[in-house]
Every structure is written in structure tokens, then in C-alpha cells.
């Protein structure tokens, strides 16, 4: 309040000095306007001028993409020819070549076959058997010769000499499949690279007429990106007088609103003073609430996670003595600040939390509000110590029907272990007794992987994925169990065991129900208008 009134000052020269700086901006922004006017106009003349060229451009340009479309569409004739030559490769072994150059007396449609390959691999005179085993001695790189022959470029002899083969009726993949494997494919191999290069020489003079075509096209591209780089320098400039223009602009606006913005506040900051006078004690004296506050939040927090961590397992006298006394008492010695008569429980719900927990079941006895907190606050996996199943009726309250609920006794409880898991549900293990089966540790010790944007846990053998929403619950009916330290490191332990005091609140609120009705519907109806205006504040 005593800087708004000093400020209120302040402003009302600010204001004076705002007032100058807009009628400067208000000149300098219309000199730039006209500026831009003029450089655009020379823009556009340089603009109209490269979209002549490069029309004329374009039109040469989509003429030869067209002559190169009709070659590529010949050339799409021979594409099937060459993929069943490759197909034909494909199908060759070292082991059918193998067996094809051990023949010692091969049929004469298989010498046939290797005769033509021996032409096309250029061989002009001795194309007998032996000299078809000579070029099989190595089955590996005759076939790597085979799969990297150049179907473009064959020879006029190769193709003449290849015409008698060609033309005979058994020279088919289907007459020589009947003879050898080996010699089959080679035959269709054989076949397809002539028809291939057949129609490859045929379009050739086509892709030729294509190719000069496109270099021409990309000489006038040139041209053109000349042009257009002289018009994007000019295009440049007039968007720079723009954007200083805009710039121009906006801190001509910016200076505007400042000055309206300074007006508004001196209004505001005069009415603000004199409104507010009255305020400025309780403020004072909130500030120095809010300071203690601050450092007392140290002292409460201590408790209230000591009290989440530890005081599960035990009972409503000694969870008093022990945060009561104990905690409180070493607090006070180690010189820790907290708030005077602090309770864990109000640090941990509110009432209107509680209120709810009651509508979902649980009893409203202090040891029963204290297992709930815990239960909502704790990190681990809560073990509910719960033989009158007072703790699981909350639960299920809490957490609705959609809850999977199991016991360790069932048949393949793993199985739905790693549903709930994998589809992010509630799970609660019911009945467990003093010893957890080992395949649960990773779960309970929460030993998740991140597996790029999820967790997995092993369940058994196998990585499941968890969803991030899934809980787990576990409950035994024991009344004394005795768990191994292990089991107490990875599981919150709470003690739900009903207590006298506690017994003495539920009989008490059973008999209000029956012999009082009308004060358990006014109960019921103050919750749910609370639950509402939480709702809204939500």
C-alpha cells in the first residue's frame, strides 16, 4: 500500500513522457508508409516481368516431362521381363548349378540351355558341354555374374546368334523344368533379358529425345532462377521496409496502449488507495502469519510423512504416543519449528475429504479416518491388515465396480495380474497370507522399466506394460501376521483391525440412523452439498 501511493506519483510523469514518445512514433511510421509504397511498385513491375519467363519456362518444361513420360511408359513394357529374369536368378542355387555341372551326360535341352548362356556371356565358337562346365566351375560367381548382367547393353551378334535357340518350341521353362531345376530358370533367364533388351533398345532413342529435352528445360530453369533471384533481392527489401513497418506499427500501438495502460492504473491505483486503507492492517498481520506458517510447514510435514511411513501397523494408543510424544518430543529437542498441538491427520485430509471417505464406507472413528489418510497419502502399495473387512468395504466404495479383485488361491491369478496391469485397472488381492508369493516382488518393490514413453515390470518371466493409472491393493484377514522386513519395505502396512472406541462411533451412528433418521438425512445432505461445491471448485 505505501509503494501504490508512491507509485501513484510516478505514474503521472510516466504518463506525461508516454504522451511524447506516441506523437514521434506517429511521424516516423508515416514516413516509412510512403516508402513502401513506392519500393512495392517497383516490385511489382520486376514481379509481372519474371511471370512472363516463367510461363514460357514452365511450357518447355512440361513439354519435356511429357516426352519423358512417353519414354518411361514404353519402358514399363520391359519392366515385367526384367523382374522375371530376376525372379528366375532368384530361384538358383549354388546346390541346382552344382548338380547341373556334375552331370556327366546331360540331356541335350539342358546343353541347349547352357549354349545360350555361353553366347550371351560372349562366347563366340566353343559352346559345348565342357565349356558350359568350365563356366559353372564356381557355382558362387556364376551366379553373381548371372544376377549383374547388363540387359541393357547386348551385342547384335549375341541377340542373331540367340535367334535359332529362341524360336524352338522346346526351348520354354516348362520343357526344361521336366529336365533340371537349374536349367529351367536358366532357360527363363535366358528368355526374359533378350525380350527385355529388345524393348530397352527400342525406347532408348525415345529416353535420348527425353533427356535433351530436359537438359534444355533446365537451361531456361536457370535462366529463369536468375530472374527470379533479382526479384526475390527487391521481394526482400520491400518485406524488410515491411516488417520495419509492422515493427513501426506495433510500437506505435505498444506506446499507446502503455500510455492507456498508464491511465487506467493511475485511476486505478487512486481508487485502490482509498479503497483499500482499512485493509492494510490485516494484511500486515497476515504477512507475519505466513511467515511463521513457512517455517512451521517444516515441523508438519516431518510428522505427517513419519506418520504415513511408520504408524500403519500399529495401534490407536501407541500411533498417539508415538507422534504425540515421541515425534513431538524430538522435534522440539533438535529444534525443528512446527505448529503448536499439530495433528497429522489435518495435515493429511481436510474435512471435506473425510466426509466423502464416510460416504464411501468408511467408519467415522479416528483410527479409520487415520488408515484412510495413510491410504490416500502413502507412495507404496498399501497391505490392509483388515479382518472384519471394514477396510475393503471402504475401498470398494472408493474405487467403484470396476475394481478386479483376486485372491492368490485362484487359478491363474498371474494372468489377471498382468490385465489389471496392462489395462491401467484397480486391483485388489484378497486374503493373502503371512507370505507373498515371490513373483509379486518386483511389483510390490516397484521396479519399473521405462520403455520409451511407459514402464514395464516382470511379472514372472515376461515384461508387462503398466498403464499409469493402475493401483493395487492387497488385504489379509489375519489378525496378528507377522510379515519379513522385506514385505514391510515394500508395502505401507495399515492395521484396520476395529478397535473399541471405534466400535463404540459405528454402533453409536447405527443407532442415530434408526432412532434419529431425519439427523442422518440432514448429515447426508450437508456431505453432498459439500461434495458439490468441492466439485465446482475443482
Partial sequence: MNQTTEQVAQL?????????????????????IAQVEIESADAQKEQDAANIQAAATNEVANAAQETKASANKELEAAIPAMK????????????????????????????????AVLILKGEKKNHGWPQAQKMMNNPKSFLESVQKYDGDNIAEW??????????????TFENMQKKSSAAANLCKWVINIVIYNTIFKKVKPL??????????????????????EKVRVIVEKVDGLKAQLDAAVAKKKAVEDDANALALNLSLANRLVTGLADENVRWTRNVKQFQTEKMTMIGNALVSAAFVSYIGPFNSLFRKDLWSTQWINDIIAKSIPFTEGIDPLEVLSTDAQQAIWKTQGLPADRVSLE??????????????????????????????????????QQDKW????????????????????????????????RQFVKKGKNFTVKIGSEDIEMMSNFKLYLQTKLINPHYKPETAAQCTIINFIVTESGLEDQLLAMVVRVEKPDLEQTKEELVNKQNQFITTLA
Fill in 12 to 32: 503521472q510523469k510516466l504518463l506525461e513522457v508516454k504522451m511524447v514518445e506516441v506523437e514521434i512514433e506517429k511521424t516516423a511510421t508515416g514516413k516509412l
Fill in 84 to 115: 522375371a529374369a530376376e525372379d528366375a536368378v532368384a530361384c538358383l542355387d549354388v546346390k541346382a548349378i552344382q548338380e547341373l555341372k556334375s552331370l556327366a551326360n546331360p540331356p541335350p535341352d539342358c546343353v541347349v540351355v547352357t549354349k
Fill in 158 to 171: 549375341i541377340l542373331k546368334d540367340l535367334e535359332p535357340i529362341l524360336s524352338s518350341e522346346s526351348f
Fill in 207 to 228: 529416353m535420348e529425345s527425353a533427356e535433351a529435352a530436359e537438359k534444355l528445360a533446365n537451361e531456361k530453369l536457370a535462366e529463369l532462377a536468375i530472374v527470379m
Fill in 371 to 408: 488408515n484412510a489418510a495413510i491410504v490416500s497419502s502413502c507412495a507404496r502399495y498399501p497391505l490392509l491388515i483388515d479382518p472384519q473387512l471394514q477396510g475393503i468395504k471402504w475401498i470398494k466404495g472408493k474405487e467403484g465396480s470396476d475394481m478386479m479383485i483376486i485372491t492368490l
Fill in 414 to 445: 498371474q494372468k489377471r495380474v498382468e490385465h489389471a496391469l496392462s489395462n491401467g485397472m484397480v486391483l485388489m488381492i484378497e486374503s493373502i497370507g503371512e507370505h507373498i508369493d515371490p513373483l509379486l516382488d518386483p511389483l510390490l518393490s
